[in-house]
């Protein structure tokens, strides 16, 4: 099943559950409303949208997401390619090092996850 998509204050919205869960609604509000200024009503919104998605699920007002952060980055990040790179990742990568130095240690980082990477 693909990931749903998960526009940017949804995203936001989803950072705080997952850095939460699970959740009762009621302080999913209340957090929303300190880090988001969203009201009550918005917040509801939200859950019930995400729910309907198949993002989340709201079970006897606990919430609880449904996909990963790391499932919905991932996505993003495979659009983004495929939309602007012509779904070449080393033409991505070579966009970003052109415009974003680099440290050695993320140079080496870098290095051990290509080396670990497994060929299909």
């Known amino acids: ?14 950072t705080i559950l997952w ?3 699970p959740i009762g ?9 300190e880090q988001l200024g969203w009201s009550k009503s918005t ?3 939200v859950i019930k949208r995400l ?4 993002v989340l699920k709201c079970e006897n007002t606990v919430v609880t997401s449904l996909v990963s952060q790391d499932d919905v980055q991932a996505a993003e990040i495979d659009e983004l390619v495929e939309k ?5 990742l080393p033409a991505f990568i070579a966009a ?3 415009h974003k130095k680099l440290t050695p240690a993320e140079i080496d980082e870098i290095r051990k996850m290509i080396d670990s ?3 299909e």
């Open 1 to 14: 099943m693909a990931t749903p998509k998960i526009f940017e204050s949804e995203y936001r919205f989803c």
């Open 19 to 21: 850095a939460h869960e």
């Open 25 to 33: 609604s009621t302080e999913l509000v209340k957090l929303c409303r």
């Open 43 to 45: 917040t509801y919104t």
């Open 51 to 54: 729910s309907e998605r198949g």
């Open 84 to 88: 602007k790179f012509e779904g070449s």
């Open 96 to 98: 970003f090092t052109k």
């Open 117 to 119: 990477i497994q060929p």
